[in-house]
């Protein structure tokens, strides 16, 4: 059984597409938020699943705080850390500890539009496609072996939250994906790029749903 603790900040509606999925050979032992008020913690007290808000304002500083919430995670002796919509920056420290181990979703097809607001600035560029990445997390924000990524096209008349809800609809499929892989160990790193072992054609990565989705 691989065990699975999930870092959120807010809403937590990817986390809760994990837990939905209910992967075979995987189990969620715990949900912890950095913001105490966060919505996620609700839901995961209501799957039965420990929920524990650590309010990184409560520490000196970003190491500090870091250091008690590896503390705080290894508890659950997790085999992976899921990122689900943390929005801190991680000390170097912290990534090393969960190196190979540690999965981000972000909502731009990587490397292009890393940081915050990315569905206003792909329209702002002009883009004809958007989409979402899941990769392993390095040290570099919203950088590292990239595990799956799914593509949506940016319509005309596209604002922030259309886009943004088009996007998250499949962020809600590649993620318990990606998971799945991943207890199933079948993810391979190899000079920084990932291939997906003994995966169907069609299904190695990528994911394009219909245009009218
Ligand atoms: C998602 O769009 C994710 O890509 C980004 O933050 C958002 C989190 O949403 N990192 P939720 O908390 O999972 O609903």
Redesign the pocket.
Known sequence: MKRIVIL????????EAIVRAQIPGAQVQAVISNRPDAK?LEIARSFGIAAVALDHKAYAGRDEFDAALAAEIDRFSPDLLVL??YMRILSDGFVRHYAGRML????SLLPCFTGLHTHRRAIEAGVKVAG?TVHFVIPELDAGPIVIQAVVPVLPGDDEDSL?AR??KQ?HRIYPQAVRWFVEDRLVIENGRVTVRDAQAGSEGWSVPPVED
């Not at 959120?8 to 986390?15: A, E, L, T, V």
């Not at 981000?104 to 909502?107: E, R």
């Open positions: 959120i900040s807010g809403r937590g509606s990817n986390m996620g689900a919509g981000n979703i972000h909502p979402t943004a996007v998250l962020e």
